[in-house]
Protein backbone atom coordinates (compact mmCIF):
# COMPACT_ATOMS: atom_id res chain seq x y z
CA UNK A 1 0.00 0.00 0.00
CA UNK A 2 0.81 3.39 -0.74
CA UNK A 3 0.44 7.17 -0.38
CA UNK A 4 2.29 10.65 -1.29
CA UNK A 5 1.35 13.25 0.65
CA UNK A 6 1.28 16.54 -1.25
CA UNK A 7 0.68 18.64 1.23
CA UNK A 8 0.47 19.82 5.12
CA UNK A 9 -0.99 22.69 7.13
CA UNK A 10 -0.95 23.77 10.76
CA UNK A 11 -2.59 26.29 13.08
CA UNK A 12 -2.66 27.09 16.29
CA UNK A 13 -5.13 29.91 17.85
CA UNK A 14 -4.61 33.49 18.41
CA UNK A 15 -4.23 33.29 22.05
CA UNK A 16 -1.13 31.92 23.40
CA UNK A 17 -0.67 31.91 27.33
CA UNK A 18 3.08 31.77 28.55
CA UNK A 19 4.42 29.41 31.27
CA UNK A 20 4.48 31.78 33.64
CA UNK A 21 0.48 32.93 32.67
CA UNK A 22 -0.29 29.29 33.36
CA UNK A 23 1.70 29.52 36.83
CA UNK A 24 -0.34 32.50 37.93
CA UNK A 25 -3.46 30.70 36.99
CA UNK A 26 -2.57 27.27 38.97
CA UNK A 27 -1.23 29.58 42.02
CA UNK A 28 2.13 28.66 41.66
CA UNK A 29 5.21 30.64 41.75
CA UNK A 30 6.41 31.84 38.41
CA UNK A 31 9.04 29.24 36.75
CA UNK A 32 6.87 25.96 38.39
CA UNK A 33 4.84 24.84 35.03
CA UNK A 34 8.15 25.34 32.79
CA UNK A 35 10.60 23.57 35.07
CA UNK A 36 8.07 20.56 36.04
CA UNK A 37 6.21 20.01 32.46
CA UNK A 38 9.05 21.48 30.07
CA UNK A 39 6.34 23.80 28.74
CA UNK A 40 7.03 27.16 27.62
CA UNK A 41 3.65 28.56 25.88
CA UNK A 42 0.35 27.10 25.10
CA UNK A 43 -1.95 28.31 22.71
CA UNK A 44 -5.58 28.49 23.44
CA UNK A 45 -9.05 28.39 21.51
CA UNK A 46 -11.00 32.19 22.22
CA UNK A 47 -13.68 33.53 20.26
CA UNK A 48 -15.59 31.52 17.71
CA UNK A 49 -12.20 29.60 17.03
CA UNK A 50 -13.62 25.71 17.16
CA UNK A 51 -12.35 22.81 15.93
CA UNK A 52 -14.05 23.32 12.40
CA UNK A 53 -12.44 26.46 11.78
CA UNK A 54 -9.23 25.86 13.02
CA UNK A 55 -9.54 22.55 11.45
CA UNK A 56 -10.11 24.33 7.48
CA UNK A 57 -7.55 27.24 7.73
CA UNK A 58 -5.09 24.27 8.25
CA UNK A 59 -6.20 22.28 5.05
CA UNK A 60 -6.50 25.75 3.00
CA UNK A 61 -2.57 25.54 4.24
CA UNK A 62 -2.40 21.54 3.29
CA UNK A 63 -4.58 22.47 -0.24
CA UNK A 64 -1.82 25.92 -0.94
CA UNK A 65 0.49 23.64 -0.48
CA UNK A 66 -0.37 20.61 -2.53
CA UNK A 67 -1.30 23.12 -5.44
CA UNK A 68 -5.08 21.34 -5.22
CA UNK A 69 -8.13 23.07 -5.54
CA UNK A 70 -10.98 22.02 -2.63
CA UNK A 71 -13.07 20.45 -5.61
CA UNK A 72 -9.77 18.00 -6.06
CA UNK A 73 -10.78 15.82 -2.66
CA UNK A 74 -12.96 12.66 -3.00
CA UNK A 75 -12.89 12.53 0.55
CA UNK A 76 -12.69 14.54 4.27
CA UNK A 77 -11.78 12.19 6.86
CA UNK A 78 -12.13 14.00 10.07
CA UNK A 79 -9.70 12.86 12.86
CA UNK A 80 -10.31 14.71 16.42
CA UNK A 81 -9.88 13.34 19.52
CA UNK A 82 -13.32 14.92 20.58
CA UNK A 83 -16.00 16.24 18.37
CA UNK A 84 -16.80 19.81 17.88
CA UNK A 85 -20.31 18.68 18.54
CA UNK A 86 -21.74 15.47 19.21
CA UNK A 87 -24.07 15.87 15.41
CA UNK A 88 -23.24 16.34 12.58
CA UNK A 89 -19.47 14.93 12.88
CA UNK A 90 -16.34 17.61 11.95
CA UNK A 91 -15.71 16.37 8.84
CA UNK A 92 -19.13 17.54 7.83
CA UNK A 93 -18.64 21.18 9.33
CA UNK A 94 -15.13 21.41 7.79
CA UNK A 95 -16.75 20.41 4.06
CA UNK A 96 -19.24 23.33 4.66
CA UNK A 97 -16.25 25.95 5.55
CA UNK A 98 -14.21 24.65 2.45
CA UNK A 99 -17.10 26.14 0.39
CA UNK A 100 -17.90 22.12 -0.31
CA UNK A 101 -21.44 22.28 1.12
CA UNK A 102 -23.47 21.39 -2.18
CA UNK A 103 -19.69 18.56 -3.32
CA UNK A 104 -21.28 15.40 -2.19
CA UNK A 105 -17.86 14.75 -1.22
CA UNK A 106 -18.02 12.21 1.37
CA UNK A 107 -17.29 13.14 4.51
CA UNK A 108 -16.73 11.37 8.00
CA UNK A 109 -14.93 10.55 11.52
CA UNK A 110 -12.72 8.50 12.49
CA UNK A 111 -11.49 8.42 16.12
CA UNK A 112 -8.93 6.62 18.16
CA UNK A 113 -8.09 9.63 21.07
CA UNK A 114 -4.87 10.79 20.03
CA UNK A 115 -4.01 8.39 17.09
CA UNK A 116 -6.81 9.34 15.43
CA UNK A 117 -4.79 11.02 13.07
CA UNK A 118 -2.73 7.58 12.18
CA UNK A 119 -5.76 5.59 11.81
CA UNK A 120 -7.41 8.17 9.34
CA UNK A 121 -3.83 7.91 7.36
CA UNK A 122 -4.43 3.87 7.52
CA UNK A 123 -7.91 4.20 6.21
CA UNK A 124 -7.01 6.69 3.31
CA UNK A 125 -3.99 3.75 2.60
CA UNK A 126 -6.79 1.09 2.39
CA UNK A 127 -9.18 3.53 0.59
CA UNK A 128 -6.57 4.22 -2.11
CA UNK A 129 -5.46 0.52 -2.63
CA UNK A 130 -8.99 -0.24 -3.09
CA UNK A 131 -9.60 2.72 -5.68
CA UNK A 132 -12.05 3.67 -3.40
CA UNK A 133 -10.67 7.30 -3.42
CA UNK A 134 -7.81 8.87 -4.98
CA UNK A 135 -7.23 12.37 -3.40
CA UNK A 136 -8.08 12.56 0.50
CA UNK A 137 -7.79 15.53 3.05
CA UNK A 138 -7.16 14.46 6.65
CA UNK A 139 -8.16 17.16 9.26
CA UNK A 140 -7.35 16.78 13.06
CA UNK A 141 -8.20 19.38 15.72
CA UNK A 142 -8.89 19.52 19.29
CA UNK A 143 -9.71 22.35 21.37
CA UNK A 144 -8.67 20.55 24.59
CA UNK A 145 -9.14 23.53 26.73
CA UNK A 146 -12.69 22.65 26.59
CA UNK A 147 -12.69 20.81 29.28
CA UNK A 148 -9.37 21.19 31.35
CA UNK A 149 -9.22 20.79 35.15
CA UNK A 150 -6.42 23.50 36.48
CA UNK A 151 -6.66 21.58 40.04
CA UNK A 152 -4.79 18.49 38.36
CA UNK A 153 -1.79 19.96 36.82
CA UNK A 154 -0.63 17.00 35.25
CA UNK A 155 -4.24 16.21 33.68
CA UNK A 156 -4.17 20.21 32.38
CA UNK A 157 -1.48 22.50 31.52
CA UNK A 158 0.36 20.22 29.11
CA UNK A 159 -2.38 20.45 27.01
CA UNK A 160 -2.54 22.77 23.84
CA UNK A 161 -5.35 23.54 21.14
CA UNK A 162 -4.75 23.19 17.47
CA UNK A 163 -5.30 21.62 14.22
CA UNK A 164 -3.14 19.88 11.50
CA UNK A 165 -4.55 18.79 8.17
CA UNK A 166 -2.98 16.73 5.40
CA UNK A 167 -3.63 15.91 1.64
CA UNK A 168 -2.66 13.31 -0.01
CA UNK A 169 -2.88 11.17 -2.97
CA UNK A 170 -3.23 7.44 -4.03
CA UNK A 171 0.08 5.92 -5.65
CA UNK A 172 -0.64 2.45 -6.17
CA UNK A 173 2.24 1.22 -7.73
CA UNK A 174 4.37 1.87 -4.67
CA UNK A 175 4.61 0.16 -1.49
CA UNK A 176 5.39 3.76 1.11
CA UNK A 177 3.19 2.46 3.86
CA UNK A 178 5.44 -0.09 4.93
CA UNK A 179 3.27 -1.16 7.81
CA UNK A 180 0.73 0.01 10.41
CA UNK A 181 0.02 -1.43 13.89
CA UNK A 182 -2.57 -0.66 16.28
CA UNK A 183 -3.07 -2.30 19.59
CA UNK A 184 -5.50 -1.12 22.05
CA UNK A 185 -5.48 -2.37 25.89
CA UNK A 186 -8.71 -1.58 27.64
CA UNK A 187 -8.13 -2.89 30.62
CA UNK A 188 -6.48 0.55 31.36
CA UNK A 189 -9.54 2.80 29.81
CA UNK A 190 -10.08 5.00 33.07
CA UNK A 191 -6.57 6.22 32.60
CA UNK A 192 -7.46 8.44 30.87
CA UNK A 193 -10.94 9.99 30.20
CA UNK A 194 -12.98 12.75 29.51
CA UNK A 195 -16.66 11.01 30.99
CA UNK A 196 -19.24 13.82 30.12
CA UNK A 197 -20.65 14.93 26.85
CA UNK A 198 -21.72 11.47 25.55
CA UNK A 199 -25.04 9.81 26.04
CA UNK A 200 -23.95 7.80 29.28
CA UNK A 201 -24.08 11.30 31.76
CA UNK A 202 -27.12 13.82 31.00
CA UNK A 203 -27.05 17.58 32.21
CA UNK A 204 -30.76 17.39 32.41
CA UNK A 205 -31.18 14.88 34.58
CA UNK A 206 -28.76 15.23 37.27
CA UNK A 207 -26.76 18.42 36.19
CA UNK A 208 -24.07 18.20 39.34
CA UNK A 209 -22.84 14.86 38.35
CA UNK A 210 -22.65 15.90 35.14
CA UNK A 211 -20.46 18.59 35.90
CA UNK A 212 -18.39 16.69 38.34
CA UNK A 213 -17.67 14.60 34.85
CA UNK A 214 -17.32 17.29 32.60
CA UNK A 215 -13.30 18.02 33.04
CA UNK A 216 -11.17 15.20 31.54
CA UNK A 217 -8.92 12.89 34.33
CA UNK A 218 -6.00 11.42 33.61
CA UNK A 219 -3.85 9.67 35.67
CA UNK A 220 -0.59 9.63 34.17
CA UNK A 221 1.79 7.42 36.19
CA UNK A 222 -0.79 4.33 35.37
CA UNK A 223 -1.18 5.71 31.36
CA UNK A 224 2.83 5.74 31.37
CA UNK A 225 2.82 2.65 32.86
CA UNK A 226 0.38 0.80 30.59
CA UNK A 227 2.01 2.11 27.40
CA UNK A 228 6.04 1.98 28.13
CA UNK A 229 5.43 -1.22 29.40
CA UNK A 230 4.26 -2.51 26.38
CA UNK A 231 6.14 -0.22 23.73
CA UNK A 232 9.12 -2.41 23.55
CA UNK A 233 7.77 -5.39 22.33
CA UNK A 234 5.07 -3.42 20.27
CA UNK A 235 8.42 -1.56 18.52
CA UNK A 236 9.57 -4.87 17.34
CA UNK A 237 6.75 -6.05 15.81
CA UNK A 238 6.04 -2.55 14.11
CA UNK A 239 9.47 -2.62 12.59
CA UNK A 240 9.31 -6.41 11.98
CA UNK A 241 6.16 -6.23 9.84
CA UNK A 242 7.82 -3.54 7.65
CA UNK A 243 10.62 -5.71 7.29
CA UNK A 244 13.08 -3.10 8.95
CA UNK A 245 16.02 -2.84 11.94
CA UNK A 246 15.64 0.77 13.67
CA UNK A 247 18.79 2.04 12.35
CA UNK A 248 16.78 1.95 9.22
CA UNK A 249 14.96 4.67 10.17
CA UNK A 250 15.39 8.22 9.46
CA UNK A 251 13.23 10.53 11.30
CA UNK A 252 10.97 9.89 14.34
CA UNK A 253 7.23 11.73 14.38
CA UNK A 254 5.56 10.96 17.90
CA UNK A 255 2.48 11.95 19.22
CA UNK A 256 3.57 14.77 21.15
CA UNK A 257 1.90 13.47 24.58
CA UNK A 258 4.37 14.66 27.46
CA UNK A 259 7.86 15.66 27.82
CA UNK A 260 8.49 12.52 29.78
CA UNK A 261 7.03 10.20 27.06
CA UNK A 262 9.43 12.10 24.52
CA UNK A 263 12.54 12.13 26.97
CA UNK A 264 11.58 8.25 27.52
CA UNK A 265 11.10 7.80 23.39
CA UNK A 266 14.45 9.60 22.84
CA UNK A 267 16.33 7.07 25.10
CA UNK A 268 14.41 4.38 24.05
CA UNK A 269 14.97 4.71 20.15
CA UNK A 270 18.37 6.65 19.50
CA UNK A 271 18.86 5.07 16.78
CA UNK A 272 16.41 7.55 14.25
CA UNK A 273 19.56 9.03 11.89
CA UNK A 274 17.90 12.41 12.32
CA UNK A 275 15.99 12.17 15.69
CA UNK A 276 12.20 13.04 17.28
CA UNK A 277 10.68 15.62 16.34
CA UNK A 278 9.67 17.54 19.38
CA UNK A 279 7.25 20.48 18.90
CA UNK A 280 6.34 20.16 22.56
CA UNK A 281 7.58 22.94 24.11
CA UNK A 282 5.27 25.76 22.47
CA UNK A 283 2.07 23.11 21.32
CA UNK A 284 2.01 20.78 24.22
CA UNK A 285 0.28 17.58 23.61
CA UNK A 286 -2.96 18.52 21.32
CA UNK A 287 -4.44 15.59 21.16
CA UNK A 288 -5.38 14.43 17.93
CA UNK A 289 -3.71 17.50 16.49
CA UNK A 290 0.10 16.58 17.33
CA UNK A 291 1.04 13.99 15.15
CA UNK A 292 0.01 16.09 12.25
CA UNK A 293 1.42 19.22 13.25
CA UNK A 294 4.45 17.52 14.14
CA UNK A 295 4.74 16.19 10.68
CA UNK A 296 3.90 19.34 9.48
CA UNK A 297 6.85 20.95 11.24
CA UNK A 298 9.18 18.24 10.16
CA UNK A 299 8.38 18.99 6.68
CA UNK A 300 8.52 22.34 6.82
CA UNK A 301 12.01 22.41 8.71
CA UNK A 302 13.77 20.46 6.15
CA UNK A 303 13.96 17.42 8.35
CA UNK A 304 12.15 15.34 6.92
CA UNK A 305 13.14 14.89 2.83
CA UNK A 306 11.58 12.57 -0.22
CA UNK A 307 12.88 9.76 0.27
CA UNK A 308 12.93 9.55 4.31
CA UNK A 309 11.94 6.50 6.59
CA UNK A 310 9.88 7.94 8.82
CA UNK A 311 8.03 6.22 12.07
CA UNK A 312 5.16 7.55 13.37
CA UNK A 313 4.46 6.35 16.97
CA UNK A 314 2.27 7.13 20.10
CA UNK A 315 -0.63 6.31 22.62
CA UNK A 316 -4.02 7.09 23.35
CA UNK A 317 -6.75 6.83 25.79
CA UNK A 318 -8.53 2.99 25.73
CA UNK A 319 -5.24 2.50 26.01
CA UNK A 320 -3.86 2.07 22.78
CA UNK A 321 0.00 2.25 20.66
CA UNK A 322 -0.52 3.11 17.48
CA UNK A 323 2.54 3.16 14.95
CA UNK A 324 3.08 2.95 11.38
CA UNK A 325 6.47 3.08 8.75
CA UNK A 326 6.13 5.29 5.86
CA UNK A 327 8.36 6.29 2.86
CA UNK A 328 7.96 9.67 2.55
CA UNK B 1 -14.05 -6.51 -2.40
CA UNK B 2 -16.37 -8.97 -0.38
CA UNK B 3 -16.68 -10.26 3.08
CA UNK B 4 -18.87 -12.71 5.11
CA UNK B 5 -21.86 -11.34 7.42
CA UNK B 6 -21.03 -14.54 10.02
CA UNK B 7 -23.49 -13.59 12.93
CA UNK B 8 -25.41 -10.45 13.74
CA UNK B 9 -27.27 -9.51 17.51
CA UNK B 10 -29.55 -7.08 18.80
CA UNK B 11 -30.70 -5.82 21.92
CA UNK B 12 -33.20 -3.00 23.01
CA UNK B 13 -33.09 -1.63 27.01
CA UNK B 14 -35.36 -3.26 29.20
CA UNK B 15 -37.84 -0.40 29.53
CA UNK B 16 -40.20 -0.21 27.13
CA UNK B 17 -42.88 3.12 26.37
CA UNK B 18 -46.10 2.50 24.54
CA UNK B 19 -47.40 4.96 22.45
CA UNK B 20 -50.08 5.99 24.78
CA UNK B 21 -47.15 6.38 27.56
CA UNK B 22 -45.64 8.22 24.87
CA UNK B 23 -48.71 10.36 24.58
CA UNK B 24 -49.57 11.28 27.89
CA UNK B 25 -45.48 12.74 28.15
CA UNK B 26 -46.23 15.44 25.85
CA UNK B 27 -49.51 16.02 26.70
CA UNK B 28 -51.51 14.77 23.72
CA UNK B 29 -54.26 12.53 23.20
CA UNK B 30 -54.10 8.40 23.40
CA UNK B 31 -53.78 7.79 20.25
CA UNK B 32 -51.90 10.61 19.21
CA UNK B 33 -48.24 9.51 18.60
CA UNK B 34 -49.31 6.31 17.03
CA UNK B 35 -51.76 8.71 14.59
CA UNK B 36 -49.18 10.95 13.37
CA UNK B 37 -45.90 9.11 13.96
CA UNK B 38 -46.85 5.23 13.41
CA UNK B 39 -45.31 4.51 16.34
CA UNK B 40 -46.27 1.65 19.26
CA UNK B 41 -43.91 1.39 21.45
CA UNK B 42 -40.07 2.60 22.09
CA UNK B 43 -36.93 0.99 24.59
CA UNK B 44 -35.70 3.59 26.46
CA UNK B 45 -32.48 3.00 28.58
CA UNK B 46 -32.29 3.43 32.26
CA UNK B 47 -30.44 2.42 35.43
CA UNK B 48 -26.69 0.88 34.49
CA UNK B 49 -27.64 0.56 30.39
CA UNK B 50 -25.46 2.13 28.05
CA UNK B 51 -23.89 2.06 24.47
CA UNK B 52 -21.40 -0.20 25.41
CA UNK B 53 -23.47 -2.02 28.13
CA UNK B 54 -26.19 -2.59 25.08
CA UNK B 55 -23.30 -2.87 22.54
CA UNK B 56 -21.59 -5.89 24.59
CA UNK B 57 -24.86 -7.48 24.76
CA UNK B 58 -25.43 -7.49 20.52
CA UNK B 59 -21.98 -8.68 20.04
CA UNK B 60 -22.21 -11.45 22.58
CA UNK B 61 -25.14 -12.39 20.51
CA UNK B 62 -23.53 -11.69 17.14
CA UNK B 63 -20.21 -14.06 18.33
CA UNK B 64 -22.67 -16.91 19.24
CA UNK B 65 -24.63 -16.86 16.01
CA UNK B 66 -21.05 -17.22 14.54
CA UNK B 67 -19.27 -19.46 16.99
CA UNK B 68 -16.72 -17.10 17.50
CA UNK B 69 -14.81 -16.76 20.91
CA UNK B 70 -14.38 -12.97 21.23
CA UNK B 71 -10.48 -14.04 21.09
CA UNK B 72 -10.49 -14.80 17.70
CA UNK B 73 -11.39 -11.36 16.51
CA UNK B 74 -8.57 -8.71 15.08
CA UNK B 75 -11.02 -5.66 15.14
CA UNK B 76 -13.47 -4.02 17.31
CA UNK B 77 -14.92 -1.02 15.05
CA UNK B 78 -17.16 1.06 17.16
CA UNK B 79 -19.90 2.59 14.98
CA UNK B 80 -21.89 4.40 17.26
CA UNK B 81 -24.06 8.27 16.35
CA UNK B 82 -22.77 9.70 20.06
CA UNK B 83 -19.71 8.34 22.14
CA UNK B 84 -21.06 7.13 25.06
CA UNK B 85 -18.38 9.07 26.64
CA UNK B 86 -15.94 11.84 24.60
CA UNK B 87 -12.69 10.06 25.70
CA UNK B 88 -12.34 7.29 25.03
CA UNK B 89 -14.21 6.09 22.20
CA UNK B 90 -16.78 3.14 23.03
CA UNK B 91 -15.47 0.42 20.88
CA UNK B 92 -12.32 0.57 24.06
CA UNK B 93 -15.47 0.28 26.09
CA UNK B 94 -17.00 -3.02 24.51
CA UNK B 95 -12.93 -4.50 24.17
CA UNK B 96 -13.24 -4.47 28.28
CA UNK B 97 -16.58 -5.78 28.55
CA UNK B 98 -16.35 -8.78 26.15
CA UNK B 99 -13.55 -9.92 28.31
CA UNK B 100 -10.62 -8.48 26.14
CA UNK B 101 -8.83 -5.70 27.64
CA UNK B 102 -5.27 -7.52 27.42
CA UNK B 103 -5.87 -8.62 24.32
CA UNK B 104 -4.12 -5.78 22.58
CA UNK B 105 -6.99 -6.45 19.63
CA UNK B 106 -6.91 -2.83 17.87
CA UNK B 107 -10.46 -0.96 18.69
CA UNK B 108 -11.31 2.55 16.78
CA UNK B 109 -14.63 4.12 16.27
CA UNK B 110 -16.22 5.90 12.98
CA UNK B 111 -18.84 8.20 12.73
CA UNK B 112 -21.48 9.46 10.68
CA UNK B 113 -24.33 9.37 12.53
CA UNK B 114 -26.93 6.97 11.41
CA UNK B 115 -24.73 5.80 8.61
CA UNK B 116 -21.92 5.16 11.00
CA UNK B 117 -22.74 1.52 10.62
CA UNK B 118 -22.70 1.35 6.93
CA UNK B 119 -19.19 3.25 7.33
CA UNK B 120 -17.71 1.05 9.23
CA UNK B 121 -18.89 -2.32 6.98
CA UNK B 122 -16.96 -0.61 3.81
CA UNK B 123 -14.21 0.10 6.30
CA UNK B 124 -14.15 -3.45 7.41
CA UNK B 125 -14.39 -4.28 3.71
CA UNK B 126 -11.44 -2.29 3.09
CA UNK B 127 -8.93 -3.71 5.77
CA UNK B 128 -10.17 -7.27 4.75
CA UNK B 129 -9.12 -6.36 1.00
CA UNK B 130 -5.78 -5.24 2.26
CA UNK B 131 -5.34 -8.10 4.83
CA UNK B 132 -5.00 -5.83 7.36
CA UNK B 133 -7.42 -7.97 9.43
CA UNK B 134 -9.54 -11.66 8.66
CA UNK B 135 -11.96 -11.34 11.43
CA UNK B 136 -14.44 -8.11 12.07
CA UNK B 137 -16.66 -6.88 15.05
CA UNK B 138 -18.52 -3.99 14.43
CA UNK B 139 -20.74 -2.50 17.34
CA UNK B 140 -23.71 -0.16 16.65
CA UNK B 141 -25.36 1.59 19.81
CA UNK B 142 -27.08 4.64 20.55
CA UNK B 143 -28.93 5.92 23.33
CA UNK B 144 -30.70 9.05 21.66
CA UNK B 145 -33.15 9.11 24.94
CA UNK B 146 -30.32 11.07 26.65
CA UNK B 147 -30.68 14.30 24.58
CA UNK B 148 -34.59 14.10 23.43
CA UNK B 149 -36.37 17.52 23.78
CA UNK B 150 -40.16 16.27 23.83
CA UNK B 151 -41.48 19.49 23.20
CA UNK B 152 -40.55 19.14 19.53
CA UNK B 153 -42.03 15.79 18.63
CA UNK B 154 -40.95 15.18 15.46
CA UNK B 155 -37.67 15.19 16.95
CA UNK B 156 -38.14 13.17 20.22
CA UNK B 157 -41.53 10.37 19.73
CA UNK B 158 -39.70 9.00 17.05
CA UNK B 159 -36.65 7.76 18.64
CA UNK B 160 -35.65 4.45 20.40
CA UNK B 161 -32.69 3.73 22.27
CA UNK B 162 -30.82 -0.30 21.32
CA UNK B 163 -27.88 -1.74 20.09
CA UNK B 164 -26.83 -4.38 17.37
CA UNK B 165 -23.89 -6.09 16.37
CA UNK B 166 -22.07 -7.91 13.20
CA UNK B 167 -19.62 -10.25 13.28
CA UNK B 168 -17.91 -10.94 9.58
CA UNK B 169 -14.75 -12.20 8.56
CA UNK B 170 -13.10 -11.76 4.86
CA UNK B 171 -13.44 -13.29 1.87
CA UNK B 172 -10.60 -12.06 -0.54
CA UNK B 173 -11.58 -14.14 -3.64
CA UNK B 174 -14.88 -13.25 -4.21
CA UNK B 175 -16.76 -9.41 -4.91
CA UNK B 176 -19.47 -9.65 -2.72
CA UNK B 177 -19.71 -6.20 -1.85
CA UNK B 178 -20.46 -5.24 -4.68
CA UNK B 179 -20.90 -1.00 -4.55
CA UNK B 180 -20.59 1.60 -1.94
CA UNK B 181 -21.55 4.95 -2.11
CA UNK B 182 -21.73 7.88 0.25
CA UNK B 183 -22.35 11.63 -0.13
CA UNK B 184 -21.98 14.47 2.24
CA UNK B 185 -23.48 17.60 1.94
CA UNK B 186 -22.64 20.06 4.47
CA UNK B 187 -24.60 22.78 3.22
CA UNK B 188 -27.33 21.10 5.87
CA UNK B 189 -25.63 20.62 8.21
CA UNK B 190 -28.31 22.52 10.84
CA UNK B 191 -30.45 20.36 9.81
CA UNK B 192 -30.29 17.76 11.88
CA UNK B 193 -27.47 18.93 14.85
CA UNK B 194 -26.42 17.94 18.54
CA UNK B 195 -24.72 21.27 19.51
CA UNK B 196 -23.36 20.61 22.82
CA UNK B 197 -21.47 18.06 24.06
CA UNK B 198 -18.24 18.36 22.36
CA UNK B 199 -15.67 21.25 22.36
CA UNK B 200 -17.50 24.26 21.02
CA UNK B 201 -19.65 25.16 23.80
CA UNK B 202 -18.50 25.03 27.27
CA UNK B 203 -20.64 24.00 30.49
CA UNK B 204 -18.02 25.56 32.73
CA UNK B 205 -17.90 28.91 31.31
CA UNK B 206 -22.03 29.40 30.02
CA UNK B 207 -23.94 26.96 31.61
CA UNK B 208 -27.35 28.52 30.45
CA UNK B 209 -25.81 28.09 26.75
CA UNK B 210 -24.64 24.59 26.94
CA UNK B 211 -27.79 23.62 28.56
CA UNK B 212 -29.88 25.28 25.56
CA UNK B 213 -28.15 23.38 23.31
CA UNK B 214 -28.22 20.15 24.62
CA UNK B 215 -30.96 18.72 23.18
CA UNK B 216 -31.47 17.23 19.96
CA UNK B 217 -32.87 19.38 17.10
CA UNK B 218 -33.52 18.60 13.97
CA UNK B 219 -36.08 20.47 11.02
CA UNK B 220 -37.50 17.11 9.83
CA UNK B 221 -39.00 18.89 6.49
CA UNK B 222 -35.44 20.33 5.78
CA UNK B 223 -33.51 17.02 6.17
CA UNK B 224 -36.45 15.18 4.08
CA UNK B 225 -36.27 17.42 1.01
CA UNK B 226 -31.99 17.81 1.45
CA UNK B 227 -32.25 13.58 1.27
CA UNK B 228 -35.34 13.20 -1.00
CA UNK B 229 -34.26 15.48 -4.00
CA UNK B 230 -30.67 13.49 -4.40
CA UNK B 231 -31.94 10.29 -3.54
CA UNK B 232 -33.20 9.00 -7.37
CA UNK B 233 -29.57 10.41 -8.50
CA UNK B 234 -27.50 8.89 -6.05
CA UNK B 235 -29.42 5.61 -6.24
CA UNK B 236 -29.00 5.20 -10.28
CA UNK B 237 -25.31 6.28 -9.34
CA UNK B 238 -25.09 3.32 -6.48
CA UNK B 239 -26.76 0.71 -9.01
CA UNK B 240 -24.62 2.07 -11.79
CA UNK B 241 -21.69 1.45 -9.57
CA UNK B 242 -22.68 -2.33 -9.11
CA UNK B 243 -23.79 -2.86 -12.51
CA UNK B 244 -27.15 -4.30 -11.64
CA UNK B 245 -30.87 -2.86 -12.45
CA UNK B 246 -33.22 -2.40 -9.48
CA UNK B 247 -35.07 -5.12 -10.18
CA UNK B 248 -31.79 -7.27 -9.54
CA UNK B 249 -32.34 -6.23 -5.80
CA UNK B 250 -33.94 -8.78 -3.54
CA UNK B 251 -34.44 -7.15 -0.46
CA UNK B 252 -33.48 -3.45 1.14
CA UNK B 253 -32.32 -2.81 4.31
CA UNK B 254 -32.89 0.53 4.86
CA UNK B 255 -32.06 2.92 7.48
CA UNK B 256 -35.07 3.55 9.97
CA UNK B 257 -35.26 7.01 9.68
CA UNK B 258 -38.83 7.77 9.95
CA UNK B 259 -42.28 5.95 9.42
CA UNK B 260 -42.63 9.28 6.01
CA UNK B 261 -39.03 8.01 5.11
CA UNK B 262 -40.11 4.40 4.88
CA UNK B 263 -42.94 5.01 3.01
CA UNK B 264 -41.23 7.25 0.39
CA UNK B 265 -38.78 4.63 -0.10
CA UNK B 266 -41.66 2.30 -0.50
CA UNK B 267 -42.91 4.03 -3.24
CA UNK B 268 -39.93 4.89 -4.69
CA UNK B 269 -38.39 1.73 -4.80
CA UNK B 270 -40.88 -1.04 -5.36
CA UNK B 271 -38.64 -3.02 -7.63
CA UNK B 272 -36.97 -4.85 -4.25
CA UNK B 273 -38.56 -8.67 -5.03
CA UNK B 274 -38.49 -9.61 -1.03
CA UNK B 275 -39.33 -5.63 -0.01
CA UNK B 276 -38.57 -3.21 2.23
CA UNK B 277 -37.31 -4.19 5.99
CA UNK B 278 -40.05 -1.78 8.50
CA UNK B 279 -38.95 -2.31 12.29
CA UNK B 280 -39.57 1.04 13.19
CA UNK B 281 -43.16 0.39 14.68
CA UNK B 282 -41.56 -1.35 17.73
CA UNK B 283 -37.59 -0.01 17.19
CA UNK B 284 -38.24 3.56 15.87
CA UNK B 285 -35.39 5.66 14.70
CA UNK B 286 -32.09 3.97 16.86
CA UNK B 287 -29.48 6.25 15.00
CA UNK B 288 -26.84 4.02 13.67
CA UNK B 289 -28.25 0.98 15.46
CA UNK B 290 -31.28 1.08 12.95
CA UNK B 291 -29.56 -0.48 9.65
CA UNK B 292 -28.05 -3.43 12.07
CA UNK B 293 -30.99 -4.20 13.96
CA UNK B 294 -32.92 -4.14 10.46
CA UNK B 295 -30.40 -6.50 9.23
CA UNK B 296 -30.51 -8.53 11.87
CA UNK B 297 -34.18 -8.51 11.58
CA UNK B 298 -34.34 -9.61 7.88
CA UNK B 299 -31.66 -12.45 8.72
CA UNK B 300 -33.52 -13.83 12.28
CA UNK B 301 -36.88 -13.98 10.48
CA UNK B 302 -35.24 -15.16 7.52
CA UNK B 303 -36.07 -13.07 5.12
CA UNK B 304 -32.23 -12.59 3.56
CA UNK B 305 -31.06 -15.73 2.60
CA UNK B 306 -27.50 -16.69 1.60
CA UNK B 307 -26.79 -15.94 -2.30
CA UNK B 308 -29.50 -12.41 -1.96
CA UNK B 309 -28.53 -9.24 -3.19
CA UNK B 310 -29.64 -6.94 -1.04
CA UNK B 311 -29.67 -2.84 -0.83
CA UNK B 312 -28.54 -1.11 2.09
CA UNK B 313 -29.69 2.54 1.86
CA UNK B 314 -30.01 5.44 4.26
CA UNK B 315 -29.34 9.29 4.65
CA UNK B 316 -27.69 10.58 8.09
CA UNK B 317 -27.57 14.27 9.91
CA UNK B 318 -24.13 15.88 7.91
CA UNK B 319 -26.02 15.09 5.51
CA UNK B 320 -25.43 12.37 3.90
CA UNK B 321 -26.80 9.86 1.62
CA UNK B 322 -25.24 6.04 1.69
CA UNK B 323 -25.82 2.93 0.04
CA UNK B 324 -24.19 -0.30 -0.97
CA UNK B 325 -24.92 -3.43 -2.46
CA UNK B 326 -23.83 -6.83 -0.94
CA UNK B 327 -24.64 -10.35 -1.63
CA UNK B 328 -24.90 -12.03 1.45
Redesign the interface.
Known amino acids: ?1 SFRICGTGAVQPALRLSSTEIDRRIGQAPGWTAQHFAIESRAVASGDE ?2 SSLGTAAAHQALAAAGWAPEQLDV ?1 I ?1 AC ?9 T ?6 RLG ?14 C ?1 SFL ?1 AL ?2 A ?3 F ?2 R ?1 WQRALIVAA ?3 S ?2 LDFRTPEASVIFGDGAAAVVLEAQIEQNDWRA ?1 R ?8 EA ?13 DD ?1 PR ?2 AH ?3 KMDGQRLFKATAR ?1 FPDFLTRLLAQAGLTADAIDLVIPHQASAGALEYLKRNFPQARKGIIDIFAHHGNQIAASMPSALHAAITTGRLQRGDTTLFIGS ?5 LGGAVLRY
Open positions: MTSIGGVMEQPIPGACLVQRLGQSGIAAFDVNATLLDIALGAARDVAAAYFETYGEDACQLAAGGTRLHPHLFLAKFRSAGVS
